[in-house]
């Protein structure tokens, strides 16, 4: 069960850390820092787009407005934080009903 609750931790680690990937490459291509006609930073971009857009989408339908500020991340973030603080807590509090 610990190898599960693991997998999981690392899992949303990962997950974050392509959410902060996505929003630095979005903010360099923005600001035309990197070339998206770049092949490799064509695929990375592409890559990043398609793993954390399905889960940014529906919290951007739900935010408002902020005139060209995008809080999604943020917010999505701190939901796996909170998800994994949640099962991280549950786990451990099962454990301990059992001992």
Not at 29 to 52: E, H, P, S
Not at 76 to 99: A, E, P, R, S, W
């Amino acid at each position: 069960m610990l190898a599960a609750l693991n997998l999981f931790n690392t899992i949303v680690d990962f997950f974050i850390w392509a959410i902060i990937l996505s929003a630095l490459m979005s903010w360099l291509i923005g600001f035309n820092i990197v070339n998206i006609n770049n092949k490799l930073i064509y695929i990375i971009a592409d890559f990043l787009n398609r793993l954390t857009e399905p889960f940014l989408s529906p919290i951007r339908r739900i935010l408002p407005y902020l005139g060209g500020i995008d809080l999604s991340p943020v917010v999505l973030i701190l939901l796996l934080i909170f998800l994994k603080d949640l099962v991280n807590n549950n786990y451990y509090d099962f454990i301990n009903k059992l001992n």
